[in-house]
């Protein structure tokens, strides 16, 4: 016989039915029903003529009568329910209108005695000191995490006019702290429940990454608004397994100033965004040029959309040809030709500008373009003089020493080719220009800003490698003038003399020089720089709108080539090893040395990838077969790992990069031509190098005013000079403030603008299931509405007629006794 089936020990709705402490009454169950149909005359009834009435009953779901009524949007029953003062789950009642968008409820809540004192509004559960305590929490059926806060969960709905409530109400979104923060409420959360403590951090930035919140509780959005996006960044590469999370955020904070960005109508709109206030830039030129505080940092923060956007370009452009206005109009000929102008005559413009930098011929010199157009002509004429350092040596030189160039008999060979030439101490004066300016940068800027710039990384390599290379030729030098001096001081003629062995080197040919000779590395580390120094053509590409996309894409193949290196490094260090430790013992043995060394292993191994490696270099002249095939197996395998697969992984990284580049081309190169203009907009650094190395006298009299200033000018100021000083100085003050109020007024505008647009876009969506089920609550509500005002005209009616009833029976009876008055 077949098992008898057990009998199961839970029955249907078991979880629901557990929720309930207390089975329902009739009443309450009518009072639910009501509550929950908009029936206001039935729960006006209740409430008055039954006080033992239990108001905070729940039914099956954990749900309250006001809950029930607050979702269905039915504000009068909500009203009623709100007299009441022992009320529970109010806090979660509001969180579900919130959630819902029901503004007059909210407003119906809020003025409930509950929440007189605001910090209600901003505690979480974790922080109230009961359990019923404003919020409701998991287990007594709520639909809201513990730790979501009215005005958390109203700016991730984008309730602006709920939001603008609750911050009048003093409600404000507490910030989390630091990831690493080891305070002892976050310790305690951690160690407790590690994964509420990250939820908890998530809903928060949520709320504070809404652009309701953002432009309604920040007095500067946009600065908040990229700040914030460049935070949640960092947190994105911080917690891994939110970063999708994080990401999402950061770019909505990006969305909201291209959002704003985009409503500006006017030059004016437009410089209120990009320019920062009055005190955070203190240190930046008010009254002339535009500080761009905000572009700045969104450039640091890569807001490529932002920098990108066209109203921002256009400010930047109007900047970029400042006192070349014209100049926009003109034929790319004409732009060459200019270029070709400063380049030719750029001595000249410098000697001009050092004598007088305040004339026209200076203020245009210091302009960006013009400023851009000075330094790049100076690096190309740079690389010039390193090709013409080098065209003595193109028809070829001998290694062997040249006796007939000797100027005097007792000349040792190495006094002819140490000492630097005049063409290699230009471009030592320029590389000592290109230090000044580097200098002068990172004193101008924080060091953590210079090295997070990989161009400013470039640019130390190339200056340190060359002040190696010429530290090294010096010693060379050096070395050869002190053994020099002993043959003068010795020697009148080396034709016929024997030399000691440390003064005879200085006299070889090349090819018996020791390979750590100070003029070798010298050479060899000048190569590299020289290498190097080209590449850095590539920082002025991005100003051309053809050659800017291809660096940029340049750019991210270097990147992907570094992550390709760890992969590639680690295999190739394997095989190397590996074979090495197989052919070690057959030197001489083979048909090459190739792996029978550390330096073979890598030669061979290297230019294997390029086809350029025989397979006889595993083969051994012994009859060792079992070692032979050894080789044959990991030298194919090493083949097709690094030929088939991870160079063609590297060509797939390629060609991905440069498409997502060339998808986004516009917006890539618009934001590498805005990295570039901006470097030029700051005053000072006009002169290019290496003219940039004479003291101008406008700066030798601002260093000497700056002296006398601080020795002598204090004690012997007179009253009058510290009081036009002083007025001067409250002159400026006002003149920033009125810009700071007028930039504020801007500001308000632009958020007023972008609220009304936001809430536009939102009553322009279709009807949804929700309004439908609004609609249907509207109408149950005026049925039973209809249906009181039914039933007290019926009682109005019956009253009327018992009225009429009783007049008319006593009318019967008076005329009853007028005729028996008649009668008798």
Known sequence: MAKPRRQALRGAG?????????????????????????????????????????????????????????????????????????????????????????????????????FVDSQRLTNSPSQAETQDDFFAYDEDGTRFSHDITPIILASQCHEYEIVHILLMKGACIERPHNYFCQCRTCSEQQRHDAFSHSQSRINAYKGLASPAYLSLSNEDPVMAALELSNELAVLANIEKEFKNDYKKLSMQCKDFVVGLLDLCRNTEEVEAILNGDIESCQNTEIFGRQNLIRLKLAIKYEVKKFVAHPNCQQQLLSIWYENFSGLRQQTTAVKILLVLGVAIGLPVLAFMYWIAPSSKLGKLMSGPFLKFVAHA????????????????????????????????????????????????????????????EECKDLWSQDIREYISEPWNLLDFSILAIFMTSFIARLMAFWHAYCAQCYVDENY??????????????????????VPSDPQLISEGLYAIAVVLSFSRIAYILPANESFGPLQISLGRTVKDIFKFMVIFITVFVAFMVGMFNLYSYYLGAKH??????????????????????????????????????????????????????????????????????????????????????????????????????????????????????????????????ESSNDEMELNKVRHQRLIQLISEKIMNRLIKRYIVKAQRDKDNDEVNEGELKEIKQDISSLRYELLERENRDMETLTELIRQLGEVLHVRQKEEQRHKLSMHS
Not at 70 to 97: P, S
Not at 384 to 407: K, Q, W
């Open 14 to 114: 078991y979880l629901f039915h557990a929720q309930s402490s207390s089975c329902l009454s009739m009443t309450e169950e009518l009072f639910l029903d009501a509550a929950e149909y908009g029936n206001i005359p039935e729960v006006r009834r209740m409430l008055e003529e039954l006080p033992d009435l239990n108001v905070n009953c729940v039914n099956y779901m954990g749900q309250s009568a006001l809950q029930l009524a607050v979702a269905n949007e039915h504000l009068e029953v909500t009203k009623l329910l709100l007299r009441k003062k022992d009320l529970a789950r109010i806090g979660d009642a509001l969180l579900l209108a919130i959630s819902k968008g029901y503004i007059r409820i909210v407003e119906a809540i809020l003025s409930h005695q509950a």
């Open 492 to 513: 009148t003629d080396l034709s016929n003399m024997t030399l000691p062995f440390e003064i005879q080197y200085f006299q070889l040919a090349r090819i018996h020089w």
């Open 592 to 721: 090459n040395d190739a792996f029978t060394t550390l330096e073979e292993s890598f030669k061979t191994l290297f230019w294997a990838i390029f086809g350029l490696s025989e397979v006889k270099s595993v083969v051994i002249n012994i009859d060792h077969k079992f070692i032979e095939n050894i080789g044959y197996i990991l030298y194919g395998v090493y083949n097709i790992i690094m030929v088939i697969v991870l160079l063609n992984m590297l060509i797939a990284m390629f060609n991905s990069s440069f498409q997502e580049i060339e998808d986004d081309a516009d917006v890539e190169w618009k934001f590498a031509r805005a990295k570039l203009w901006f470097s030029y907009f700051e005053y000072g650094g006009t002169l290019p190098v290496p003219f940039n190395l004479v003291p101008s006298p406008k700066s030798v009299v601002s260093l000497l005013l700056g002296i006398r200033k601080f020795l002598w000018a204090a004690p012997q100021e007179d009253k009058s000079k």
């Open 377 to 436: 002509a100076s690096f190309m004429i740079f690389l010039c003089l390193l090709v013409m350092n080098a065209a003595d040596r193109f028809e070829g030189t001998s290694l062997l020493p040249n006796m007939t160039i000797h100027d005097y008999p007792s000349q040792l060979f190495r006094m002819k080719t140490t000492p630097f030439t005049w063409m290699e101490i230009l471009i030592i004066s320029w590389v000592i220009g290109k230090i000044w």
